[in-house]
């Protein structure tokens, strides 16, 4: 019995994902647990298996089609089986026979017509994906025109593309007296205008092929879905950076000590960045500090959180992710050390869980590593804050009477200004710095 195949519903806030890769192809033999393709959120990249097993007898969507969630997107059954009550809509008519061969354009041999359009529309139906017939309607062609690329004989967006790029195209109004000439009409279209008077032009000379003057390339899912926070946090909330440094030296002999005896004491790989992290948590924990660790929301409610959970900017291939430690306040230094390591590892292998990206109250982002001074980080809404951590550098201080040189590492608070002042922002960067100053006495309380 025919079984279709879903785009799975991985969460409520997910509409839709984008279909990267299909790993079998129509026709092939399935089984129950083999991968079937591969699909793309805002924020990961998952392997979808099969439920049952057959032959893959239909394929609604190609690769690179965003399709909303519990939508059908192939068939597994028999072969022979009818498809068509699984068709999703707008995919309903490639059910239908295909489409018939299309008509080789004979043209003379000094103009031959462009490989990407046909000088005739195929007769009945024509298969073509969603994404093409929005284009072409887009686009003001008949997308019938193009010569298809796609599986099964399907005619692609790339293909409608490469149609307008190759032309000449004809209107819709005059789409029955096209014969493959250029035309009048807007971007060198074939119009009702010229019907009858317009001959096919001949194509100028082969001329060699310059290289490209630029290249075109599709944001991802992930990368739409930053892109459009980052403009939300920008344009929605009254941003304000801070920035302070502190005195290094002791969490860099505390690291030091840790890194000797690590092994011996059965310790992780304990980084600053852990240690600020901790250190963190506890500060913000402090009932003065509440503003910091909140959620400004719809409607003027600010929402104070009794827990700290911290969110970690981890930089992977598919962009920027910010997975979450809960409760980070009651956490040790090495829990908190070993479930960022395990955070940021499945954030960067593109299999960490949606639920592992949400629910911070809090975030911090290190570039410390790539030798940044200082940056103003942007906040992720509905927070009302992010720490920048910067490099360390060397610097000169009075001690006593005489200058010294220490390792200073730079804090970046950005804060929304609509429920944090300049006042408790800068006392919270205060706080923080003495107690990274005093490590040993904040691991004591």
Avoid at 26 to 49: A, C, P
Avoid at 209 to 215: S, V
Avoid at 217 to 229: D, P, Q, T
Avoid at 318 to 339: C, F, Q, W, Y
Wanted: net charge negative; with cysteine; proline share 6%.
């Amino acid at each position: 019995m025919a079984t279709p195949v879903q785009m799975p519903n991985v969460g409520i806030s997910v509409e839709s994902c984008i279909l990267t890769e299909w790993h079998k192809k129509k026709g092939d033999t399935v089984n129950e647990g083999d991968v079937l393709f591969t699909y793309e959120t805002d924020k990961t990249t998952t392997d979808e298996k099969a439920t049952a097993s057959g032959t893959l007898i239909e394929v609604f969507f190609e690769e690179g089609e965003e399709i909303p969630v519990m939508t059908n997107i192939a068939v597994i059954g028999n072969p022979g089986e009818s498809t068509a009550e699984f068709a999703p809509a707008g995919a309903a008519e490639e059910e239908a026979p295909a489409a018939a061969e299309a008509v080789a354009a004979a043209a003379p041999t000094t103009a031959p017509v462009a490989a990407a359009v046909q000088t005739e529309a195929p007769t009945g139906f024509v298969k073509a994906s969603p994404r093409a017939k929005a284009f072409a309607a887009k686009s003001g062609v008949d997308y019938r025109y193009a010569v298809p690329t796609g599986a099964e004989g399907r005619i692609t967006e790339a293909d409608v593309r490469a149609m307008i790029a190759n032309g000449p195209t004809p209107t819709y109004a005059a789409q029955g007296a096209f014969e493959g000439a250029a035309g009048t009409g807007l971007s060198g279209k074939f119009s009702v205008n010229d019907i009858g008077a317009v001959a096919p032009a001949e194509a100028p000379a082969a001329a060699v092929e310059a290289a490209p003057a630029y290249t075109d390339e599709k944001m991802s899912g992930i990368r739409r879905a930053i892109a459009k926070n980052m403009m939300n946090s920008l344009a929605t909330t009254a941003q304000l950076t801070n920035t302070a440094s502190f005195d290094a030296g002791e969490i860099m002999g505390f690291r030091k000590k840790l890194k000797a005896g690590a092994e011996a004491l059965g310790l992780p790989n304990i980084t600053l960045n852990d240690i600020i992290i901790y250190a963190v948590s506890r500060v913000l924990a402090k009932p003065e500090h509440s503003l910091l660790n909140a959620h400004l929301l719809e409607g003027d409610i600010l929402r104070k959180f009794n827990g700290v959970h911290i969110g970690i900017a981890v930089d992977t291939e598919r962009g920027l992710m910010v997975p979450t430690i809960m409760n980070a306040d009651k956490k040790s230094l090495a829990e908190i050390s070993k479930e960022a390591k395990e955070l940021a590892k499945a954030a960067q292998s593109g299999s960490i869980a949606p639920d592992k990206l949400k629910g911070a109250s809090f975030t911090i982002s290190n570039l410390g590593s790539f030798g940044i001074e200082s940056f103003t980080p942007v906040i992720n809404p509905p927070q009302t804050g992010i720490l920048g951590v910067n490099t360390i550098m060397t610097r000169v201080k009075e001690v006593n009477g005489e200058l010294k040189a220490y390792s200073a590492m730079p804090l970046s608070l950005t804060y929304d200004h609509r429920a944090v002042d300049g006042a408790p922002a800068s006392k919270f960067l205060k706080d923080l710095c003495a107690s990274l100053e005093n490590f040993s006495i904040l691991l004591s309380k």
